[in-house]
């Protein structure tokens, strides 16, 4: 419990950008009434002025072939940006600038075909909606 509080604590200080698929936001690790609290949670995130969530569909053309779960973690120094890949055997830390330049084009294509910012609060509370 103390984790998490302490992350809310720092994204509160951090601008973060999450871009979800909508697979990840159909998929349901749980019954629908935690499965909603989960949407309304990152609804209410997306509220925050330092956080932007986008959506991308499952009709959306361009994001074929990009399907491991990712965390991409930038700042101001490139050099020191971080990917995470999730992989069958756990988490991979990757930093490598040929890894790097693969995964910033690969995040670059995805926020090409993602939804903006208004529309994917609009998609989520439309899955919440048919919930």
């Given at each position: 419990?103390?984790?998490?509080?302490?992350?809310q604590?720092?994204?509160?200080?951090?601008a973060?950008?999450a871009?979800?698929?909508?697979?990840?936001?159909?998929?349901?690790?749980?019954?629908?009434?935690?499965?909603?609290?989960?949407?309304?949670?990152?609804l209410?995130?997306?509220?925050?002025?330092?956080?932007?969530?986008?959506?991308?569909?499952?009709?959306v053309?361009?994001f074929?072939?990009?399907?491991?779960?990712?965390?991409y973690?930038?700042g101001?120094?490139?050099?020191?940006?971080t990917?995470?890949?999730?992989?069958?055997?756990?988490?991979?830390?990757?930093?490598?600038e040929?890894?790097?330049?693969?995964?910033?084009?690969?995040f670059?294509?995805?926020?090409k075909?993602?939804?903006?910012?208004?529309e994917?609060?609009?998609?989520i509370?439309?899955?919440l909606?048919?919930m």
């Amino acid at each position: 419990m103390r984790f998490r509080l302490r992350r809310q604590e720092v994204l509160g200080e951090v601008a973060y950008e999450a871009v979800i698929h909508e697979a990840a936001l159909r998929i349901r690790a749980a019954d629908s009434k935690v499965a909603r609290s989960q949407l309304l949670h990152v609804l209410e995130q997306s509220e925050r002025p330092q956080v932007t969530v986008r959506v991308v569909p499952f009709d959306v053309d361009g994001f074929a072939g990009i399907s491991a779960p990712l965390v991409y973690a930038s700042g101001p120094v490139p050099q020191l940006d971080t990917v995470l890949v999730d992989t069958e055997h756990g988490g991979a830390y990757l930093d490598a600038e040929a890894q790097l330049n693969r995964y910033r084009a690969m995040f670059r294509t995805i926020e090409k075909v993602a939804l903006g910012v208004v529309e994917s609060r609009d998609f989520i509370h439309h899955l919440l909606q048919r919930m």
